[in-house]
């Protein structure tokens, strides 16, 4: 059993940063690959990066490529979201969710556990 908390989202103006991170309870946390996922008010969840169990591999969509990376701690059981350059169309509440596939799946039916979100507003 795994249990996910996200910190950091907040609002920014568009060009800033911010850090999100996702917490985890569990002593198996360093088995699982973690996803950040995020959802605008009428669309569906998407995913936005993921790192693989070890941390040592990272994935991106096009949209956020080169602009966020995504970090993972094991032994502090965090994984962390770094967004640089926001604009407004990333504005959405973002979750992280942890899979035991291992690898860093994009597909949402690949994790078994999720957080419940944080709020991330980018102002024009």
């Known amino acids: 059993q795994v249990q996910l908390v996200e910190f950091g989202g907040g609002l920014v103006q568009a060009g800033g940063s911010l850090r999100l991170s996702c917490a985890a309870s569990?002593?198996?946390?360093?088995?699982?690959?973690i996803g950040w996922f995020r959802q605008a008010p009428g669309k569906e969840r998407e995913w936005v990066a993921s790192?693989?169990?070890?941390?040592?591999?990272?994935y991106y969509a096009d949209s956020v490529k080169g602009r966020f990376t995504i970090s993972k701690d094991n032994a502090k059981n965090t994984v962390y979201l770094q967004m640089n350059s926001l604009k407004p169309a990333d504005t959405a509440v973002y979750y992280c969710?942890?899979?035991?596939?291992?690898?860093?799946?994009?597909?949402?039916?690949?994790?078994?556990?999720w957080g419940q979100g944080t709020q991330v507003t980018v102002s024009s």
């Open positions: 790192i693989s169990w070890s941390g040592g591999t990272t």
């Open positions: 569990g002593r198996t946390f360093s088995r699982y690959a």
């Open positions: 969710a942890a899979s035991s596939t291992g690898w860093g799946s994009r597909w949402r039916h690949d994790y078994d556990y």
